[in-house]
Antibody, heavy 126, light 107 residues
Framework: EVQLVESGGGLAQPGGSLRLSCTAS????????MNWVRQTPGQGLEWVSN????????LYADSVKGRFTISRDNAKKSLFLQMNSLRAEDTAVYYC???????????????????WGQGTLVIVSS | DIQMTQSPSTLSASVGDRVSITCRAS??????LAWYQQKPGKAPKLLIY???SLEIGVPSRFSGSGSGTEFTLTISSLQPDDFATYYC?????????FGQGTKVEIK
């Protein structure tokens, strides 16, 4: 069974930091680009960040660029999001989600989010 | 950024109804468009990818159509399990963006 399990959410103060983790099972994690997607209360979905299968290429939404860092550990089938300089507007449920399937240096065009975790809630408040 | 606009925002319908949701993009996304279903407290679930391809395990009453800037998700005969919020998402270019969602409610 495919599973993505997030952890690390909680309450943080404005300007503070949190580190989210996502552990994968049931599929070949190292062959998939991975993403973080967030959903703010009462609002829609926002893609946050993407990482290549090797971890060498990372992409960020403008809203988090320079503050958040995505990383992965393929040996541990884990994805991470280091969130620094947190703001109230970062309050959201954060989901990890699979992206494109890749082998060696080629990826398919399937940049939709097929596999999702259950989400972890981040609240930024004083 | 490519802006995705869904209509309507809310749709009231009855079991057995045929319903359609429209998603318009601010510029062409070719056919790189996905649809998701989300129920309260749950993660989104992929229904359709590449505008019209049905994800494995998704009932055939769901279908997708369109290309370029206008796309449609159709549920041919609404079932009780289908009352949820639906989102479109373009993956033609970064940043990937979602529509604001369409809530399908019981009439």
């Amino acid at each position: 069974e495919v599973q993505l399990v997030e952890s690390g959410g909680g309450l943080a103060q404005p300007g503070g930091s949190l580190r989210l983790s996502c552990t994968a099972s049931g599929f070949t994690f190292s062959n998939y680009e991975m993403n973080w997607v967030r959903q703010t209360p009462g609002q829609g979905l926002e893609w946050v960040s993407n990482i290549s299968i090797s971890g060498s290429i990372t992409l960020y939404a403008d809203s988090v660029k320079g503050r958040f860092t995505i990383s992965r550990d393929n040996a541990k089938k884990s994805l991470f999001l280091q969130m620094n300089s947190l703001r109230a507007e970062d309050t959201a449920v954060y989901y990890c989600a699979s992206g494109r399937y890749c082998t060696h240096d080629k990826c398919n065009n399937a940049a939709y989010f097929q596999k999702w975790g259950q989400g972890t809630l981040v609240i930024v408040s004083s | 950024d490519i802006q995705m606009t869904q209509s309507p925002s809310t749709l009231s319908a009855s079991v057995g109804d045929r319903v359609s949701i429209t998603c318009r993009a601010s510029q062409s996304t070719r056919n790189w468009l996905a649809w998701y279903q989300q129920k309260p407290g749950k993660a989104p679930k992929l229904l359709i990818y590449q505008a019209s391809s049905l994800e494995i395990g998704v009932p055939s009453r769901f279908s997708g159509s369109g290309s370029g800037t206008e796309f449609t998700l159709t549920i041919s005969s609404l079932q009780p399990d289908d009352f949820a919020t639906y989102y479109c998402q373009q993956y033609n270019g970064y940043p990937w963006t979602f529509g604001q969602g369409t809530k399908v409610e019981i009439k």
